[in-house]
């Protein structure tokens, strides 16, 4: 269920070329060229010993860009790939020119000039889907590897461009296509009052398919971690040591951290990555600027912030704490907190000052004894972190779901599945039955691009870097 | 006269692999792998239809990149040259991966546990040097080339990189070598009393040879401006209009400018694009923060930033210079610039206001007469500026000289050349002319590499970015 207007507009459509290389100075960049003209355009600016039209697929051919008046614009290495064999599906030339800003340009320029169209952001990528080379969560993830931040995010990128989570969803979806099939099948029958399908094993048959979209859609919760990261705000009082836990926990991840690119780091947001999770870690402004931190305001500030995270670090001292007990204020802040489901995780600091008699109070499952100056309990509040977040242990092989919009199609797939199920169990006619199973159906198909519309797509592609 | 050290180190040297497109995101990165394991190295990482050891030079292979425990780390395309027909002279293959940080460190990771080494900044294009595919000056291009933040920094850089300053420094050199062989002849036969050379057209030929040495090196005050672009002070009191004017010109180039990566904007420096040349426009603080100006310790100010730049632009009031006469301590910074070599532009500002009875001081040449606010004689102003600079119309053919490396060279060449010259004319024994005949051939040589250092060479190619 190819969407068949976008498919012709493409088969008749231009030739696009973008810079496909990040921008900036490097060895080489690499402009590419991709539609039905690719060839004629690239030979109308390309010299080289022999035509890129008449060079077979694959193959490198060394040769000048060289402009109207003769004019030689730079030294470059193009690449040919024929249709169907490239990444659009479509005549795809390569030219790898110098990586310098103009004569990037200069060459991009050229090729402009001589006929291609100057590509939107992820048109090849959205050419790629369209052509059926990639299906639709393939061709997010393509977007998704490339601006992943974390080993966790390429890990799941790259499982997800690899189609494991196709894989998933098509067999779910054939199983729901049979079972469509034969309650449409015995529609048509119904005159005959005969039942091809087993009411029995329809519902078994239905409800697995519903635990396994049930199972994808909860895998969002470790999706979402993988791909955007956990944001982790702390609370305390100034002198708890929430800048030296902080601290602490960065000490390992500093250099790893600050090498990648487009993590801003100021005073009060620091990231920190465990076994491949960024962990974005937020000083509560409320708490600590003011000097008698738990005070009201203070609380009702750091409830706020702490709403926009996911994990809320609460920073005690048990030199201080144990003697005078919790400020109630902190046991206020971890309620309204877990009330709204931001999962709380206590640090007790200053374990080189007070060893012994640490208030072993009723464990819930997240507090943790730490020494920020000496790094003791660090290694454990940093597994702590993890587990609080990926709780369920989804092992190696299961398919994460990391986009919002899968998990959106996963849920409304869900919900009429759910319907499905219970108008089966009613025992009201077929008919209905497979009305929701359709639904649901061409609510698994959005995630692959099966059922698609040019919004969806648009949606979906603008959102790439141009030359992808 | 290859440096023989270095060249057999290197090819008995190792394998080298570095990221070869920009830093950041984009739709592809490419990395580089050169030396004579490569195909091993790439072969053991990469898993396609068939090895790429076994397939032919120039050819694109896709496939996937899997580590030692047979996970997947990305989908690839690599691309084979076989040696000599490669960048370097060696072998060599290029990995298309996804254009992520993460993905394309993960990949160049994988290709150096398989065994090649880190490449230094410049290697690459330092082995096409070492290989003989490029000379010295050419490689150097390949660097400027890449930098260059202007239509004429471009130009230039591909003009020497296609050859053109090499070819004019061989045709001197090959001059020289005969004269030198002419003269060394006549010394081995020098007991017959043998005249090879005729003295008057060996005197001849030297002054042409030195002519084009001296035309070369004159290019150079031209080629810096290419290059580098030009550094121009602005100096005049507060209300004569210094930042209108700054802005006028700026109108039409700020889009261009801005786009160019690496040209930092501040409040008091700006740059203008003329004619593919770049002017950077620095207000001079001396004179700026003073009420009044010009007092003796703004000239002070205003001379030691003018001598830091190519060109003094000073602005004059005409409404209120014509009446008032001009500020003495104009006249004296002026003429201190003058002295020191720089170019003086004077800027009567405020036509508008005073269009009739400006006054018509006898004219040095550099006077302009402008309205910052209608734009009048503004675009005389930026030709101005570009013949100030470009006084020595060059043509479109003429070889340009852009880096201070070659001057240097060129100098002491023309140094021994004058000497050879007059020891000719003394009529002294041509053993004394051949001598420094070869000494000036030496300095030449070493903008081509014919004569080389690893000293040299470090210098030149530690500049490069790595992966070029």
New interface residues.
Partial sequence: MLNLDVYLNLRDGDTIA?????????????I?ISGQDSFAVADRVFVGKSSLSASPS?????GKIVDGEGN????VVA?T?KNP?SYTCEDVV?V?C??????TQ?VLGMILTAGARAAEPGE?TKRAFLNGRLDLSQAEA?GD???????A??RSS?RQ??GELSREIKGVRDELLNLASLLELELDFSEEDVEFANRKSLEGRLTDALTVVDGLLSSYAVGRVYKEGVRVTIAGKPNAGKSSILNALLREDRAIVSS???TTRDTISESVVIDGIVFRLTDTAGLRETADVIERQGVDRAQKEAEQGDILLLVLDLSENYYNGIDPLYSKLERICGAAGIKVIKVWNKLDIHRSGAPRLPDEGRVFYVSALTGEGIEALRKGLLSAVLAADLGETSVVVTSARHRDALSRAGKSLRYSLETLRSGRSGEFVAMDLRAGLNALGEITGEITTDDILNNIFSKF?I??
Avoid at 58 to 62: N, R
Avoid at 72 to 75: A, F, H
């Fill in positions: 973008a810079i496909a290389t990040p921008p900036g100075e490097g060895g080489i960049s690499v590419r694959h193959t490198a051919h060394f030689y614009v730079d030294e690449l790939f064999n390569e790898s110098h990586g310098g800003y103009i004569v200069k090849f393509v590897l490339i601006h992943s931040k974390s080993e995010a390429y790259l461009l690899s990648i690119p487009g870097c030359g992808k």
